[in-house]
DNA sequence: TGACGATGTTACCGACCGGTAACATTACGT
DNA sequence: ACGTAATGTTACCGGTCGGTAACATCGTCA
């Protein structure tokens, strides 16, 4: 008897089929590392052909880029969501993205920054994810320094550096630290504690 | 004629050929990425034959443990190397150890934290390698708690972790901030201002 | 109905991976 | 001088990688 029967052949258009390869991409990518998964676990995740991955996506290296590119928003929509809770206070602001910083790096399931990742598994710098992941860094302090500008600090170059400094710690760290330690719950306090001293006259 | 004559054959002693190979491993280890160094790459960069690889090594594995070991005694050298310069001045050692750092993570052959990439290496949290991270991560905390301590911070346990945050984040921004933003010559400042605020009465 | 384009399926390619067996060669003790 | 143990060399194993060709099947529209 065939008990391997064979599932029913299933048929998707081709858009549906490039969102669930982006959404698979985007979920292995993240959890196991770009360079750990291959394009056959993708398809098996998205329940497609890998044939409809090469017919959506010239390569792999081109799906790395749309994985980039889904992250660079998802982040931004994160910034975006804690600093619109304090629209005319800046100080408010950046102290509650730290805040909500914290609470995402809490979680279990969280792998640290996507672009953290990808700047340990391609070793050049030269490398397109890695010249990606070096202009969010830098939009990101861009971002950072234009907050801590209008929070009123003496050097705001300076603070802006120090709490960047401060996210990169709690993305590594949150990798790198059992979470028994507890190294997160530090971070919204130390945060604070920058802030205030560049307010300081 | 044969222009591709074989090389003579050298031949050299088992402690030797470990030698070679596990240099070349820490070499290609952290510059590379474990998981994307073959162990053809090692022996070639050793000069060995790879049977003398295993003949040495039990696995690729062991191997990797041995890398690590090697990572973590080089790490409390550069630990110690700092702290010894001020034995009797708890918040000088610190102030010490984080403008070595920086002097460090800005070396353009400096790869981050060897700990924190192969954290991002290797998804599962339980592998061996994790293990291992996790410990030297413990350690270090310990060990800035202590030295929080003893300069006499109010509160050391969250001193330290402020601190390990902050390491950390040299870690991970060397690698993801491009050299220009000269982010890590933040670093001693940051770090002097959360000593110094943990010192007020 | 029939034809055409889009999709699914299978099989395969060359390259690399970690690891090993078999054998050639060398050094060294007796 | 000879035998033995350690080392070097070659070839190979099964598995996975990114990527592709060939063909079967389907939906759609004339």
């Given at each position: 008897?065939?008990?391997?029967?064979?599932?029913?052949?299933?048929?998707v258009d081709a858009d549906t089929a490039a969102a669930?390869?982006?959404?698979?991409?985007?979920?292995?990518?993240?959890?196991?590392?770009?360079?750990?998964?291959?394009?056959?676990?993708?398809?098996?995740?998205?329940?497609?052909?890998?044939?409809?991955?090469?017919?959506?996506?010239?390569?792999?290296?081109?799906?790395?880029?749309?994985?980039?590119?889904?992250?660079?928003?998802?982040?931004?929509?994160?910034?975006?969501?804690?600093?619109?809770?304090?629209?005319?206070?800046?100080?408010?602001?950046?102290?509650?993205?730290?805040?909500?910083?914290?609470?995402?790096?809490?979680?279990?399931?969280?792998?640290?920054?996507?672009?953290?990742?990808?700047?340990?598994?391609?070793?050049?710098?030269?490398?397109?994810?890695?010249?990606?992941?070096?202009?969010?860094?830098?939009?990101?302090?861009?971002?950072?320094?234009?907050?801590?500008?209008?929070?009123?600090?003496?050097?705001?170059?300076?603070?802006?550096?120090?709490?960047?400094?401060?996210?990169?710690?709690?993305?590594?760290?949150?990798?790198?630290?059992?979470?028994?330690?507890?190294?997160?719950?530090?971070?919204?306090?130390?945060?604070?504690?920058?802030?205030?001293?560049?307010?300081?006259?």
């Amino acid at each position: 008897m065939n008990t391997t029967a064979k599932p029913p052949r299933t048929i998707v258009d081709a858009d549906t089929a490039a969102a669930r390869i982006l959404d698979a991409a985007e979920t292995l990518f993240y959890r196991e590392g770009s360079r750990n998964v291959g394009v056959d676990a993708v398809v098996r995740e998205a329940g497609v052909n890998k044939m409809s991955l090469y017919r959506q996506f010239s390569s792999k290296d081109e799906l790395l880029r749309r994985y980039l590119q889904r992250r660079d928003d998802r982040f931004w929509g994160y910034v975006d969501a804690s600093l619109e809770l304090h629209p005319h206070d800046a100080a408010a602001a950046l102290r509650q993205f730290f805040a909500d910083l914290a609470e995402r790096a809490g979680n279990p399931a969280y792998r640290g920054c996507p672009f953290v990742n990808i700047a340990v598994e391609y070793p050049e710098r030269e490398h397109f994810a890695r010249v990606f992941v070096a202009d969010n860094k830098r939009q990101l302090l861009q971002k950072l320094t234009e907050l801590a500008t209008r929070a009123g600090a003496r050097d705001p170059a300076a603070l802006a550096k120090g709490l960047a400094l401060l996210i990169e710690g709690a993305y590594a760290a949150s990798q790198t630290y059992a979470p028994e330690t507890e190294l997160l719950s530090a971070l919204p306090a130390t945060a604070d504690l920058l802030i205030a001293a560049a307010m300081l006259s």
